[in-house]
């Protein structure tokens, strides 16, 4: 197979975009890496694994999950595509970093294991895990989730308004592209603070229940 | 040429190789979803470990979070932290 991720070639800056003479900006706008590409590569692959092969099986994965993978597949297929906007993607993307806590929670969860001692994993402590995994959970989600993602839509908005006004004439499908990348981050967003106050209540029912019960 | 134009010259170019890439890259995962169910779990904890009792649902679900989230988001978070370092603050 002939394939390279090098062949995703970045069209040259013009002189009508190099004269807004904000390199920043640019930088952000038009720049990729080969660690962007196959980032953004990688997450495509990830969402469509869950789409066709995994949600497919797991019967509590509602229509949220296929809104949220969606929502991906259909932003960051065309800014891996056009080579526009890397720099946003990859900022907002950074949301992953949650996602291994949330994962060590919900198995805990699972398979019971602050209640009962599961065989040949007896010597391990899993009540200061769990409470320890929670507390960085909410830690890292107010971070990396609730204020990266407005400030990454902030930096988008100042960005654009001074990438088009020097260049006034561009980019009808960079501003599609943009629009459909804010409003996906905003959807993002919005989902992770509805699953904010749904850990809220889960950690209040935890610390609060106990006590109550005691 | 404007960049738009510039840009609307290239997507038949760029949108094969990115639909290689995702391609590929949805292959790699339900290869790892696989190996890790059938070969790796089985070769680390043996038959007789708890992961075998569980039902099939739950086995799919604990072999998908190892895919996604204890390898493909360090993973996405290392390179995407390599993308954006040092430009954040760079205007």
């Not at chain 1, 890292?140 to 654009?160: E, H, K």
């Not at chain 1, 088009?164 to 561009?170: D, V």
């Not at chain 2, 070969?39 to 038959?47: E, H, K, L, M, N």
């Not at chain 2, 996405?76 to 430009?87: E, K, M, N, Q, T």
Request: charged share 15%; net charge positive.
């Amino acid at each position: 197979m002939h394939f390279r991720l090098s062949n995703l070639s970045s069209p040259p800056l013009l002189p009508q975009v190099t004269k807004l003479g904000t390199q920043g900006v640019l930088c952000r706008w038009e720049s990729t890496c080969q660690a962007s590409r196959l980032g953004l590569a990688l997450h495509c692959g990830m969402s469509a694994y869950d789409f066709v092969y995994a949600f497919p099986k797991d019967p509590s994965k509602g229509y949220v999950y296929y809104l949220h993978h969606a929502a991906v597949l259909a932003v960051f297929m065309p800014v891996l595509a056009f080579e526009r906007l890397h720099f946003y993607a990859a900022a907002a993307a950074l949301v992953e970093a949650t996602n291994p806590l949330v994962m060590i929670m919900q198995q805990i969860d699972l398979f019971k294991l602050k209640e009962s001692y599961v065989a040949g994993l007896t010597r391990v402590n899993w009540p200061i895990i769990y409470v320890f995994t929670g507390a960085s959970l909410l830690v890292s989600w107010i971070v990396v989730r609730l204020m990266l993602l407005p400030f990454v839509g902030c930096t988008y908005f100042q960005d654009s308004a001074a990438y088009y006004a020097g260049a006034p004439e561009l980019a009808i499908l960079t501003k599609t592209l943009g629009a459909a990348s804010v409003a996906a981050a905003a959807f993002i967003w919005a989902l992770s603070c509805v699953w904010f106050v749904d850990m809220l209540k889960i950690g209040y029912k935890e610390v609060f229940g106990k006590k109550a019960n005691q | 040429m404007t960049a738009e134009r510039t840009l609307l010259a290239t997507p038949v170019h760029n949108l094969a190789a990115a639909a290689k890439a995702i391609i590929l890259s949805t292959l790699a995962c339900i290869l790892a979803h696989i190996g890790f169910k059938e070969v790796v779990y089985p070769a680390i904890f043996g038959q007789k470990w708890w992961f075998q009792d569980v039902d099939a649902t739950t086995r799919e679900a604990v072999v998908h979070d190892t895919v996604t989230s204890f390898i493909m988001s360090p993973l996405l978070v290392w390179l995407y932290f390599l993308s954006v370092r040092l430009r954040i603050f760079a205007s």
